[in-house]
C-alpha cells in the first residue's frame, strides 16, 4: 500500500490548484520526529514518509466559530493517524493507510471517515514490485520500486481522513498539547497497476472534492458511494532507482526512470512483459 510519495508544489501553488480559503501552513505545528524534518516542513518533498508532516487539503469552519461557514484550508498534519483515544501517538506508526472497503466500520477511522475527510496533494506515488522471476543476494524476490502519477499530469488527489489527538500530559496553552495526523484511503488496484500492487491509494476528482471535504456531509451512504470511486486508466508507471528506498534521500532525481541495465525480473504494467530476464 502507499507507504511513500512525492509533494513537490509549494504552499502558493497548492492553494491556486486546490481553491483552498486559508493557508495555515506557517502556523506552528507539533511534530512526533526526534530530529528536525529533512526536508523542512512545507518544503518540496520527493520522498514523504510516515511520521513527516505534510500539507492537507481540508474544510472546517474558523477556530472558536462552530457556526461559521466551513472554509477549505491548508494545513502541516502529521502522516500516521493517531485517533482521539489512543493512550499515546506511536499508533500513528500502523495507521497510514486506510482500506477504502472497510473505514466505515473500523473504530480508528470510522468517525473521521463521516465528518474529518481531507485531500493530500502529491505528485504520484512509490510502490514495489516483488518480481516474479529475480531475487535479491538473500534469495528473496527482488523488489523493484515503480513512479506511479497522472497520466494528464495534473495533480494527485489523495483521498483522506485526519484526527486530533490531545495530549494529556501537557497544559491547555502548550502549543504542543494538539496532534493532527491523517492517513491515507487506500483501494484495489487498477488493471494494469496491479501488476505492481494490487492496492493503490483513493484518487478523487476535482468535481468530487466538494462533497468528499463537506464536514456536514456525514451519510455514511454519500461517503461510501465516494469510497467506491474508480476510474480506470488515469494513471502511467515507472521504475525507479532503489535510493527512494531510504528516507534520507531526496530530490526530483527520485522519480527519474530507472536504467535499462537495473532492471531485472520487472514485470512492465501495460504489457505484462518481464523485463531484463
Known sequence: MCGRYAASARPDELIEAFDVDEDHTGEPTRSVLKNPQDPPVGAPDWNMAPSKQAPVVLTRAPRGDAD???????????????????????????????????????????????????????????????????????????????????????PVAFAGLYEFWRDRELPDDDPDAWLTTFTIVTTAADPGMDRIHDRQPLVLEPDQWDEWLDPTETDPEVVRHLLEFASPGRFEAHPVGRGVGATRNNGPGLLEPAPAEELEGVVDPMTGEVIGT
Not at 493517531?82 to 506511536?90: G, I, L, M, Q
Open 68 to 154: 461559521a461557514e466551513p472554509r477549505r484550508q491548508l494545513r502541516l498534519l502529521t502522516w500516521g493517524l493517531v485517533p482521539a483515544w489512543s493512550k499515546d501517538v506511536k499508533m500513528g506508526l500502523r495507521m497510514t493507510n486506510a482500506r477504502a472497503e472497510s473505514v466505515l466500520g473500523t473504530g480508528a477511522f470510522a468517525r473521521a471517515a463521516r465528518s474529518r475527510r481531507c485531500l493530500v496533494p502529491a505528485d504520484g506515488w512509490y510502490e514495489w514490485q516483488v518480481s516474479p522471476t529475480a531475487v535479491d543476494a538473500k534469495g528473496k524476490p527482488r523488489k523493484q520500486p515503480f513512479f506511479i502519477h497522472r497520466a494528464d499530469g495534473a
